[in-house]
């Protein structure tokens, strides 16, 4: 990854943190990072869990920002969820995955977009 | 052959590796459409007649019984955790399903080493393990596991029978039967219904 679009995303994911800690969200980890992977931000909105992957765009790129969570990566993010709530023992409480989409424009200020509960807790090796 | 058929293989090599203490973790009643999910957590002891215990849905509800019996005869360790339909719907099955595991190696007398999965699962703990593909067949651990769950979640739907007799839950166990979808279209689901899933949900009054 080269350091532009490295610092594009961490851009992207303090653009999120804050935007989610405006809307109310308590936050508990960003780049949470273990053996098996990453999750860009861990939070509580209103008892719930949430896993948040943050796609960081800028307007030169093309496709959905979304489509970029593969089923492969859902897998990934799954199991260092579940890592997590295991550890923290937490595994009771209710989780959900949101995907935040940043759209940086050039003369513009950024565009966000959350799509909550954007896949479920899925299971493979 | 012989490898192909001893079932205590693994607990073995991982004897032999240090791990004294492995346990078998396995699950049942993921599919219902009622009623808790109840996981099992069982160290055998190292000289017990491992090969008796085989997977438990090959085994007649009666010699599974037996086998329960004989589980706690023998001083095998047992943890069972039990997740209930409420906390599934809150959290979903397979949350749920890793829950009642990490419940149930929690509840054993003594922390295992390692442990011994059924399916594709690694249970949310810090015990070194492996999962096994069809465990019940590989693993002694894992089916006598398998067959605590099992008779453990039987016995507590033989009990909901009494409470919620329209349903007959003694006989389904809360899977998806026909009599069981016939009884939930006739009366309307329970409080022990998993309001989430499909052939339930769609029977829920809106006002709820």
Same mark, same amino acid.
């Given at each position: 990854m080269t350091k532009k679009r490295k610092s594009l995303g961490k851009m992207g994911e303090d653009l999120a943190r804050e935007h989610l800690k405006k809307s109310g969200c308590l936050i508990l980890e960003q780049n949470y990072r273990v053996r098996m992977g990453e999750i860009d931000l861990i939070v509580e909105d209103s008892g719930t869990?949430?896993?948040?992957? @943050?796609?960081?765009?800028? &307007?030169?790129?093309?496709?959905?920002?979304f489509?970029?969570?593969?089923?492969?990566?859902?897998? #990934?993010?799954?199991? @260092? +969820?579940? !890592?997590?709530?295991?550890?923290? &023992?937490?595994?009771?409480?209710? +989780?959900? !995955? &949101?995907?935040?989409? @940043? #759209?940086?424009?050039?003369? +513009?200020?950024?565009?966000?977009?959350?799509?909550?509960?954007?896949f479920e807790l899925c299971y493979g090796i | 052959m012989l490898a192909e058929n001893d079932t205590f293989s693994f607990e073995r090599d991982l004897a032999r590796q240090g791990f004294v203490l492995v346990a078998g973790v396995d699950e049942a009643g993921r599919g219902p459409l009622a009623g808790p999910v109840v996981a099992a957590s069982v160290i055998l002891p190292p000289d017990c007649a491992?090969?008796?215990?085989?997977?438990?849905?090959?085994?007649?509800? /009666?010699? =599974?019984?037996?086998?329960?019996? *004989?589980? =706690? *005869?023998?001083n095998a360790m047992i943890g069972v955790g039990i997740v209930s339909a409420a906390k599934i719907d809150q959290i979903n099955i397979l949350q749920a399903s890793l829950l009642a595991m990490q419940r149930a190696t929690h509840l054993l007398?003594? $922390?295992?080493?390692?442990?011994?999965?059924?399916? %594709?699962?690694?249970?949310?703990?810090?015990?070194?393990?492996?999962?096994?593909?069809?465990g019940e067949t590989r693993s002694a651990s894992i089916a006598a596991a398998s067959i605590i769950a099992k008779v453990t979640r039987d016995?507590?739907?033989?009990?909901?029978?009494? %409470?919620?007799?329209?349903?007959?839950?003694? /006989?389904?166990?809360?899977?998806?039967?026909?009599?069981? $979808? $016939?009884?939930? $279209?006739?009366?309307?689901?329970?409080?022990?219904? =998993?309001?989430?899933f499909k052939g339930v949900r769609e029977y829920i009054s809106r006002e709820l």
């Open positions: 869990l949430v896993f948040v992957e @943050v796609k960081t765009r800028c &307007d030169s790129t093309y496709g959905s920002p489509d970029a969570v593969t089923p492969g990566k859902q897998r #990934q993010l799954s199991k @260092v +969820a579940l !890592f997590y709530l295991g550890r923290h &023992d937490m595994l009771d409480r209710p +989780a959900r !995955f &949101d995907v935040v989409s @940043v #759209q940086v424009r050039t003369g +513009a200020s950024p565009k966000l977009e959350i799509i909550k509960n954007a | 491992y090969e008796w215990f085989k997977d438990s849905k090959k085994l007649t509800p /009666k010699v =599974r019984e037996k086998l329960y019996g *004989e589980l =706690r *005869e023998i007398p003594l $922390r295992p080493n390692y442990l011994l999965v059924d399916g %594709k699962f690694s249970v949310p703990i810090t015990i070194p393990q492996q999962a096994l593909i069809k016995e507590l739907m033989q009990k909901l029978h009494l %409470k919620f007799p329209v349903y007959n839950f003694h /006989k389904h166990k809360g899977y998806p039967t026909v009599m069981h $979808r $016939r009884a939930i $279209r006739d009366h309307g689901p329970c409080e022990i219904h =998993r309001k989430t």
